[in-house]
């Protein structure tokens, strides 16, 4: 029976990055990560939109995403590996209420010294050609759309490709003797009593126990630990041993609108926000959807992360619906962008996140011998490097880990029973 | 189309308190209870052992404890409204390491003044001819049982008949003109959006949207506010609508043991530990299970409510299993109480609980125009008179209730985004 020190469940991008940095960290350990796919990063972090920000109000969110975004850049800069980071910027698009409501997370911004620009009414209208004010409007009326007063453009924020960083956590874990199994399903974790005294209905309840080991459509694989960082389908594992993830998976759509007409062609390549002098990330006021430019595609996704009345429900092949981009998003996209007016979508997909409802931050934390990575409530990508720490600190049994941005970050802050995280207070 | 002010869905234990106190409260306000089954508490709450204790060391479960039962009292003995109270008192064995781990808990609650009697290992063993030291005892070193030395006896605490508690609440409901619908399953909660504007594909993403009803095998009803109640079935009406209840079902099964012999009947009738003079409530060291006296029965419940293994999953009927009283439950027994030797089942059923496995403590909670109130986490019974007026109080937008106990409590401490409780740290 091959035993392993530990075997990771799920090859996401929280589970590269976990076996990435266990393999640095402690090169002696032998790991195991298993994927019911045929290669790693094919589930929903193939499907995400691969953006990061370090704006949050939360300062949990703000240490994760900030000191994994220094690590993205070290690696692409320094190590020479292309990661497509782009730091376009993410543009707030805010009504006067709102920048009012808001003065309080862009002061605390200021003082964590994240670096941010605002743009008055007028500038925007001239660098973008956006409508600013929508109070003729009578179906914007109708819609509750806010008139835009203020830009808040967030600089140390831009997109990647999730493939390449999924690549580069991959094989730099294999290069460290990491193994892989794809093609391999977990099917259930294996709870056993610690000492086994031969009785046929074994774990008894007074018996001591643990999670030893996982089956899979290709047998049974034991370890010291097993990390579940299966995202959605995480709790399809840890529910029937009665460990609860904390956090439950819902729907994520993206549509793809071409550049088709000169106006958008223009748009994408709107200059003067980035020195990738094309369009930032958008966030329209009080909205429920980005604006991602994707210049290399001569396109735009539009994401939709998340409405009230989209279920918590595990889907294997979640669709995508037309329906929500023609009746839902883009009467609201044209009423700002007057350039999308007749667009059409040119591709679609959707993708699940785990959502972390309580305070919307992961949890990672160990029952019984299992080490639940799970909630980045729709982070990963931008999570990933510090989560992977936390996570491989944890194996470790590490009180702290050091993140890329030279923080230590207390390890059980992201577990239950001690749990000391920011609830996100900046949700738009 | 008949409009309630509030339905209140599930009348379990919590349900049926929910709608007392907003009738007691508010009048003025039309309510409606609705449940699947032809009559109220006919749900987990109908097989709950339906304890109580006010000793805990999270001050919230105190706070909620507490003053529920000093509600009971009021009503069996003021209102002279019999709801089976019997005040035998709880006692926790300990063993030498687990007392000294709990000195900070017993100190907390001398500063609470909740009233214990601390009893040595040679009174308990002639009160109650238990085994204390179990040293040279080979099978019960196997089963890594430790040896009794100290116990300490909660003596506000005991239980009552959840029948009774549910007809008093129930009646008090109705006699203020609350209205009941049994038989009636809700199938779905009716999302739309605030303002209609008459497209198909209403609500939209753009549209303000709430709950305005529930859908029914008996048709649709619509109120202002729609409560969910309805326990371990909760994710099913929450879940399709994208409202995380916060909590999940997990299986706890009652075995019924008769005192068919001398030392058990004479166990049963233990004086001098309270004015029932009957046993208390027992947990062993470190157990999984407690012992509750039923004199009334001339027998023993042995309550097996949760440990590791058991899954999370939704039983809609739920089963006892004989095997883990024989070879899960008995063995410990026996070893600390001998007069459970050769003992079989008389009795037995399974229920469910709806665990909250953050902080173990309710969440009552409003979103959308639904007000979730669960997760009592086995401790509805004790807790139902304090979470009702909670939850009464957030149906009416107060933002501090009065518990019976004199005490305030703010109503959001209970919730999510503002939650603030203290987690139980005393978990036996």
Same mark, same amino acid.
């Given at each position: 029976?091959?035993?392993?020190?530990?075997?990771?469940? &799920? %090859?996401?991008?929280?589970?590269?990055?976990?076996?990435?940095?266990?393999?640095?960290?402690?090169?002696?350990?032998?790991?195991? /990560?298993?994927?019911?796919? #045929?290669?790693?990063?094919?589930?929903?972090?193939?499907?995400?939109? %691969?953006?990061?920000?370090?704006?949050?109000?939360?300062?949990?969110?703000?240490?994760?995403?900030?000191?994994?975004?220094?690590?993205?850049? !070290?690696?692409?800069?320094?190590?020479?590996?292309? /990661?497509?980071?782009?730091?376009? +910027?993410?543009?707030? =698009?805010?009504?006067?209420?709102?920048?009012?409501?808001?003065?309080?997370?862009?002061?605390?911004?200021?003082?964590?010294?994240?670096?941010?620009?605002?743009?008055?009414?007028?500038?925007?209208? @001239? $660098?973008?050609?956006?409508?600013?004010?929508?109070?003729?409007?009578?179906? %914007?009326?109708? *819609?509750?759309?806010?008139?835009?007063?203020? &830009?808040?453009?967030?600089?140390?924020?831009?997109?990647?490709?999730?493939?390449? /960083?999924?690549?580069?956590? @991959?094989?730099?874990?294999?290069?460290?003797?990491?193994?892989?199994?794809?093609?391999?399903?977990?099917? $259930?974790?294996?709870?056993?009593?610690?000492?086994?005294?031969?009785?046929?209905? @074994?774990?008894?309840?007074?018996?001591?126990?643990?999670?030893?080991?996982?089956?899979?459509?290709? &047998?049974?694989?034991?370890?010291?630990?097993?990390?579940?960082?299966?995202?959605?389908?995480?709790?399809?594992?840890?529910?029937?041993?009665?460990?609860?993830?904390?956090?439950?998976?819902?729907?994520?759509?993206?549509?793809?609108?071409?550049?088709?007409?000169?106006?958008?062609?223009?748009?994408? !390549?709107?200059?003067?926000?980035?020195?990738?002098?094309?369009?930032?990330?958008?966030?329209? #006021?009080?909205?429920?959807?980005?604006?991602?430019?994707?210049?290399?595609?001569? +396109?735009?996704?539009?994401?939709?992360?998340?409405?009230?009345?989209?279920?918590?429900?595990?889907?294997?092949?979640?669709?995508?619906?037309?329906?929500?981009?023609?009746?839902?998003?883009?009467?609201?996209?044209?009423?700002?962008?007057?350039?999308?007016?007749?667009?059409?979508?040119?591709? *679609?997909?959707?993708?699940?996140?785990?959502?972390?409802?309580?305070?919307? =931050?992961?949890?990672?934390?160990?029952?019984?011998?299992?080490?639940?990575?799970?909630?980045?409530?729709? $982070?990963?990508?931008?999570?990933?490097?510090?989560? +992977?720490?936390?996570? %491989?600190?944890?194996?470790?049994?590490?009180?702290?880990?050091?993140?890329?941005? +030279?923080?230590?970050?207390?390890?059980?802050?992201?577990?239950?029973?001690?749990?000391?995280?920011? $609830?996100?207070?900046?949700?738009?």
């Amino acid at each position: 029976m091959s035993k392993f020190d530990v075997i990771v469940i &799920g %090859a996401g991008v929280l589970g590269v990055s976990t076996c990435y940095h266990l393999k640095t960290n402690f090169p002696e350990k032998r790991v195991l /990560l298993i994927d019911k796919m #045929p290669a790693a990063g094919q589930g929903n972090t193939s499907k995400s939109a %691969a953006c990061f920000r370090n704006f949050y109000y939360s300062s949990t969110n703000f240490l994760l995403s900030d000191a994994s975004i220094n690590f993205y850049f !070290h690696v692409q800069n320094d190590l020479g590996y292309d /990661l497509g980071l782009k730091k376009v +910027g993410y543009l707030f =698009l805010f009504s006067d209420s709102q920048y009012k409501e808001i003065s309080r997370v862009l002061k605390k911004m200021n003082q964590m010294e994240v670096e941010t620009r605002t743009y008055e009414r007028s500038d925007l209208e @001239e $660098r973008l050609e956006i409508e600013t004010d929508l109070s003729a409007d009578e179906e %914007a009326q109708i *819609m509750k759309l806010e008139n835009v007063d203020k &830009g808040v453009l967030n600089v140390k924020a831009g997109y990647l490709s999730s493939d390449a /960083l999924i690549r580069f956590f @991959e094989e730099g874990f294999k290069r460290l003797n990491g193994e892989t199994l794809y093609n391999t399903r977990a099917e $259930r974790l294996i709870l056993e009593s610690e000492v086994r005294i031969g009785i046929p209905q @074994e774990p008894l309840v007074w018996q001591d126990k643990r999670i030893i080991g996982v089956s899979t459509n290709r &047998g049974d694989f034991y370890a010291e630990k097993l990390v579940v960082t299966a995202g959605t389908w995480s709790n399809t594992l840890l529910d029937p041993v009665g460990i609860d993830s904390h956090v439950k998976p819902k729907k994520r759509q993206v549509f793809v609108v071409k550049a088709t007409n000169d106006k958008l062609k223009h748009l994408i !390549h709107t200059k003067g926000f980035s020195e990738e002098n094309c369009l930032p990330i958008i966030i329209p #006021p009080n909205s429920f959807f980005f604006l991602k430019p994707m210049t290399e595609e001569n +396109g735009f996704w539009i994401v939709y992360p998340n409405y009230l009345g989209v279920p918590f429900e595990l889907l294997d092949d979640p669709q995508p619906h037309e329906n929500y981009f023609v009746y839902g998003l883009r009467p609201v996209l044209t009423r700002y962008f007057p350039q999308f007016t007749g667009t059409r979508v040119f591709n *679609m997909w959707a993708g699940q996140r785990e959502c972390s409802t309580q305070d919307q =931050l992961p949890y990672v934390f160990e029952e019984a011998g299992v080490v639940s990575v799970n909630g980045a409530h729709g $982070r990963g990508v931008k999570q990933a490097d510090s989560i +992977g720490r936390i996570a %491989a600190g944890l194996c470790a049994e590490q009180d702290y880990v050091e993140l890329y941005s +030279g923080i230590e970050f207390r390890v059980r802050d992201l577990g239950v029973a001690e749990r000391n995280v920011e $609830r996100e207070g900046f949700i738009i």
